[in-house]
């Protein structure tokens, strides 16, 4: 049985880097493309492994995948990381995509995913799931499968004494009493806005958004907020953990990830809150350092490094 258990979602990331978007109708021409490993979930999950310390290899990967060359890239990821996948093949189906631009000066980046057979998951899936859920420290979920399969699985955590994270990725409707599944929740400024209704573009504005997070039910708050930080609000009162920089930044997709893997990591060696968020900002600051995904996501050796560092 697995120490961190991740329901969500595998891509094969598409990688295109060029100095800008292209407008509406306009082609133009592009400095790099990679063909990755991807997905949220599956990052996470990359994350976690990578990050491990004494529960290293001990992470499973709950998902569904199409019959495809995809397919076969997301279980060979896995078994390079040691990660134990629970990934029926669906016949006929594709497995999950994404278009990914990273603009080159910047290394900030867009989406558009397609989950593919993921977007399939169901409640009962879920249930197929319950013990290898029900026997981890963490369970950690997103929003790129169905909602009400995250909603499930947080469901089953929560019965079992489980440690439970969301993260709100991307922002979606929660059903009523979710968020009162979740001990941690940990949206960017732009899914914590959408889910509160909120401005999140100042501190204050970070602060009431947290704070309404955990009046609906989030045992915590972490608002990811960039190369400032992290700001936790742990029901009670607010603190911004400050960011931490690993070297110039490359690429920040994968950034949040990171730091959720790292998050599950920490809380699953028990941690207390506050640190286990710093560990989680040096997983992130180091995955910004690399380009891609999976490539950029650090090991553990990295992490303490950098974090006795500073």
């Not at 499930?152 to 929560?158: G, M, P, S, V, Y």
Request: hydrophobic share 50%; aromatic share 2%; proline share 5%.
């Amino acid at each position: 049985m697995a120490d961190i258990v991740v329901l969500g979602v595998f891509n094969a990331d598409t990688t295109y880097r060029a100095a800008r978007q292209p407008a509406m109708g306009e082609t133009i021409l592009g400095d790099s493309f990679a063909l990755r490993a991807g997905g949220k979930g599956s990052n996470q999950a990359v994350a976690a492994a990578r990050a491990g310390g004494r529960i290293a290899g001990r992470v499973a990967m709950l998902t569904r995948l199409g019959d495809d060359a995809f397919a076969d890239l997301a279980l060979a990821t896995w078994a390079a990381e040691g990660i134990a996948p629970h990934a029926p093949r669906v016949r006929g189906a594709q497995t999950g995509a994404a278009c990914v631009f990273v603009e080159a000066g910047t290394g900030d980046n867009a989406i558009i995913v397609c989950p593919g057979a993921a977007a399939t998951i169901s409640a009962g899936d879920v249930d197929g799931w319950a013990d290898v859920i029900g026997s981890a420290r963490v369970l950690v979920t997103q929003c790129e499968q169905p909602v009400d399969a995250a909603h499930r699985a947080l469901q089953i955590a929560r019965a079992a004494g489980v440690t439970t994270i969301l993260n709100p990725a991307p922002a979606a409707a929660l059903p009523e009493g979710m968020l009162a599944l979740c001990d941690v929740v940990t949206p960017n400024a732009t899914e914590a806005g959408a889910l509160t209704g909120l401005a999140v573009d100042t501190r204050e504005g970070a602060e009431e958004a947290a704070a309404a997070l955990c009046a609906a039910g989030a045992g915590a708050a972490v608002l990811t907020l960039g190369a400032t930080g992290a700001l936790l609000h742990d029901g009670r009162t607010a603190a911004l953990v400050p960011g931490l920089s690993a070297g110039p930044v490359v690429e920040t997709t994968g950034a949040g990830d990171a730091f959720t893997g790292g998050l599950a990591v920490a809380l699953a060696e028990e941690q207390p809150l506050a640190e286990a968020v710093r560990f989680a900002s040096a997983t992130a600051a180091l995955s910004v350092t690399k380009a891609g995904t999976v490539p950029a996501m650090p090991a553990r050796a990295a992490i303490d490094a950098l974090l006795a560092r500073d």
